[in-house]
């Protein structure tokens, strides 16, 4: 199972105003766990960067001035991320941000005819309603350190909020169930068989004395309550 945690940071908020994506991280997971490969890139926008933005993640437009424009990076981007499933908190926003990109180029494709997309901010507001669900609130409680991000960045957040996707959804692995409520065989893929016999347990038997321990504290118990207790109808079988 493959899947790609993405984060991005933009000019401004609403893709129809003509707001660019001006930076895109993504980290990707096989089976769970973090492979190390990366994809992170600076794109220059067809717009100046409202100053509402540069306060949340520090990119200027002066900074932005030599990156690439999206259409120079879309092949490369698209490359990564295909067939993956895209791990994205609050998914409609860059969702959308990554379309409008990919229209206005005219490029034949979108996200979800590439991908499948999980929103992690859904998941956790059905896991933790009522409750805040940004990504500095699931860290404090997942007890994940993001005390390195004093400003946002679609690299770090993707890989902050790689660790809390592993939280919030339970840290193991996912089965894959079927309509009939089966495993699918996904189960079994995942159980290691060990040779029968290959390991062998030792039993370790209360001693005389520790049984007649025990029964005087049952005793004991029963005295108290007013009535014999449970274990007295549960005597340790002779081995």
């Known amino acids: 199972m493959r899947q790609i945690v993405l984060d991005t940071e933009t000019t401004g908020l609403e893709p129809a105003e003509g707001h660019n994506i ?3 991280g993504c980290v990707e997971l096989v089976d769970r766990k973090l492979t190390g490969r990366t994809y992170h890139v600076y794109i220059k926008p067809d ?5 509402e933005a540069i306060e949340i993640h520090g990119i200027t437009n002066d900074f932005l001035a030599d990156k690439p424009k999206f259409s120079e990076v879309v092949a490369e981007f698209l490359e990564f991320i ?15 941000f990554i379309n409008a ?14 991908c499948g997309v999980i929103d992690s901010l859904l998941l956790a507001r059905q896991k933790h309603p009522g ?7 699931l860290c404090k409680r997942y007890g994940i350190d993001n005390s390195h991000r004093e400003l946002h960045g679609a690299l770090l957040d993707s890989e902050i909020l790689a660790d809390v996707y592993l939280g919030l959804t339970g840290g193991q692995l996912k089965l894959d169930t079927g309509d009939d409520g089966s495993d699918g065989g996904g189960a079994e893929r995942d159980i290691r068989r060990v040779e029968e016999g290959r390991y062998r347990l030792q039993v370790l038997r209360a001693s005389d004395e520790e049984l007649e321990a025990h ?7 029963s005295k108290k309550v007013g009535e014999p207790c449970l274990w007295e109808s549960q005597e340790p079988s002779e081995p």
Do not use: S, T, Y
């Not at 717009?47 to 100053?51: L, P, S, T, V, W």
């Not at 994205?88 to 969702?95: G, L, R, V």
């Open 47 to 51: 717009r100046a960067i409202d100053q």
């Open 131 to 137: 409750q805040k669900n940004n990504l500095d609130a």
């Open 22 to 24: 001006i930076e895109i």
């Open 82 to 96: 295909r067939g993956a499933e895209l791990i994205i908190h609050n998914a409609a926003f860059d969702i959308g």
């Open 215 to 221: 029964r005087a504290f049952v005793a004991l118990l």
């Open 101 to 114: 990109e990919l229209e206005r180029i005219r490029h034949p494709e979108r996200v979800g005819d590439i």
